[in-house]
Nanobody, 121 residues
Framework: QVQLVESGGGSVQAGGSLRLSCVASRRLYKLFVMGWYRQPPGKERELVANMTWLEETQYADSVNGRFTISRDRANNAHYLQMTDLKPEDTAIYCC???????????????WGQGIQVTVSS
C-alpha cells in the first residue's frame, strides 16, 4: 500500500508564504497525476493544483499565479509552494496521487491525511 505524508502546514499572516510537501512511501509503477486539494471550513473539497506525468499543470483560478506545484522524482515527493497567502486560503490541504501500484494493479487514488493551513488577516 502507498501512504502519503504531508508536512509544512501551519499559521501565517496574510501575504506570507508556506511550502507544503507530500512524500509517498513508495514509488508507483505508473504515475498519472499528482495533486493538492483543500477543504475550507464549512465548504466542500476543491482542487488547488495538479500535475500530470507529462508535467502539465492545472491550477484553480483563485490560486493561479500565487501557488506552484512541483515534483521531486528521486524522493517520491511533490510540493505546493504558496505565496501571497490570503485568509480565504485557510483550509485543510490534502495531497493526492493517482496511478498504478504495479503493472497488474488497477488505477487507484491515494490520499494524504490532510494538513491545516491558517492565514490570518
Amino acid at each position: 500500500q502507498v501512504q502519503l505524508v504531508e508536512s509544512g502546514g501551519g499559521s501565517v499572516q496574510a501575504g506570507g508564504s508556506l511550502r507544503l510537501s507530500c512524500v509517498a512511501s513508495r514509488r508507483l509503477y505508473k504515475l498519472f497525476v499528482m495533486g493538492w486539494y483543500r477543504q475550507p471550513p464549512g465548504k466542500e473539497r476543491e482542487l488547488v493544483a495538479n500535475m500530470t506525468w507529462l508535467e502539465e499543470t492545472q491550477y484553480a483560478d483563485s490560486v493561479n499565479g500565487r501557488f506552484t506545484i512541483s515534483r521531486d522524482r528521486a524522493n517520491n515527493a511533490h510540493y505546493l509552494q504558496m505565496t501571497d497567502l490570503k485568509p480565504e486560503d485557510t483550509a485543510i490541504y490534502c495531497c493526492e496521487l493517482e496511478g498504478l501500484q504495479t503493472i497488474l494493479a488497477p488505477r487507484t487514488e491515494y490520499w494524504g491525511q490532510g494538513i491545516q493551513v491558517t492565514v490570518s488577516s
